[in-house]
């Protein structure tokens, strides 16, 4: 048997606007748009993606999948995404070398630093 991965799914309240969110954040292209469906790549024919679909509750609580960015340059990536709307979170991670933030419906993701050799 052999598992190809697709994408990943967001709920979202406002699938349109998370959608494009992220879209900007990453650079990635809207592969699809529906006003309950919005899909965003890397590139059109490249997986996995992010699909942000609509639900009508509101998150609750920590997020039980998050997704992990790596930068060059950490704190001028985090400065961006603040500047985006982003805002760091404390999710009980204590001192690390990591950001956690939250997305504009409160999805949690971390900004990783450095690379370790």
């Known amino acids: 048997m052999t598992l190809e991965w697709e994408q990943v799914i967001v709920h979202s309240a406002d699938p349109g606007a998370l959608g494009q969110w992220w879209a900007e954040a990453l650079g990635w292209v809207v592969v699809h748009s529906s006003d309950d469906e919005f899909e ?6 490249r997986r996995p993606g992010l699909a942000f679909v609509r ?3 509101s998150k609750q609580g920590k997020s039980r999948l998050h997704l992990d960015f ?3 340059d950490q ?4 400065a961006r995404l603040e500047a985006r709307g982003a805002k760091r979170v404390d999710i009980g991670q204590g001192d690390r070398s990591w950001v956690v933030m939250a997305d504009p419906e409160g999805n949690e993701f971390c900004v990783l630093g450095p690379r370790r050799e």
């Open 75 to 78: 704190g001028a990536e985090v």
């Open 70 to 72: 790596r930068p060059d």
């Open 55 to 57: 639900i009508e509750e």
């Open 40 to 45: 965003i790549r890397r590139e059109p024919d």
